[in-house]
């Protein structure tokens, strides 16, 4: 809050809500800063996990997009990618909603964020690894997202 107060105090305006946000995992306030002269604003986050969370699910969406365009080259991989990614994006869902602290909801974005790149690694190569690699991330990503 002490960066609301600078800016009120150096002229700026500051639009935020009455009460704390809350999900699962993290609470805290969202807030826009605008500078009345210039027309500049800056949209914020405060509480922690700023960009963990937005990282991981456009890392997440750009995956099921590749998966997708895949389907165009190879069903076999781009069903594989789609799948890895569908089972992910579940453990990913029931790890946020049992974080029981900004340390757990970290690391569930984390983990899905690392496990999403270990879907698209095996893209370039052959059908082999890429069995691997997926059975490897599956095991992976539950071990991260659940137990860690």
């Given at each position: 809050m002490e960066e609301i107060a600078s800016a009120l105090a150096v002229g700026k305006e500051v639009i935020t809500h009455t009460d704390p946000v809350s999900v699962?995992?993290?609470?805290?306030?969202?807030?826009?800063i605008l500078d009345p002269d210039t027309g500049d604003g800056a949209y914020k986050i405060g509480g922690g996990a700023d960009g963990g969370f937005v990282f991981a699910f456009v890392l997440t969406a750009f995956a099921f997009i590749v998966a997708i365009y895949?389907?165009?080259?190879?069903?076999?991989?781009?069903?594989?990618?789609?799948?890895w990614e569908s089972?992910?994006?579940?453990?990913?869902?029931?790890?946020?909603?049992?974080?029981?602290?900004?340390?757990?909801?970290d690391k569930a974005n984390f983990g899905q964020a690392i496990v999403t790149l270990l879907g698209l690694i095996p893209v370039p190569v052959g059908m082999g690894e890429v069995r691997a690699v997926i059975w490897f991330g599956i095991l992976f990503s539950a071990l991260l997202v659940n137990v860690l």
């Open positions: 699962p995992g993290w609470s805290g306030a969202g807030y826009i895949l389907f165009q080259t190879s069903i076999v991989l781009g069903s594989l990618l789609l799948i089972i992910n994006f579940t453990l990913w869902i029931k790890a946020i909603n049992a974080a029981d602290s900004e340390e757990d909801f």
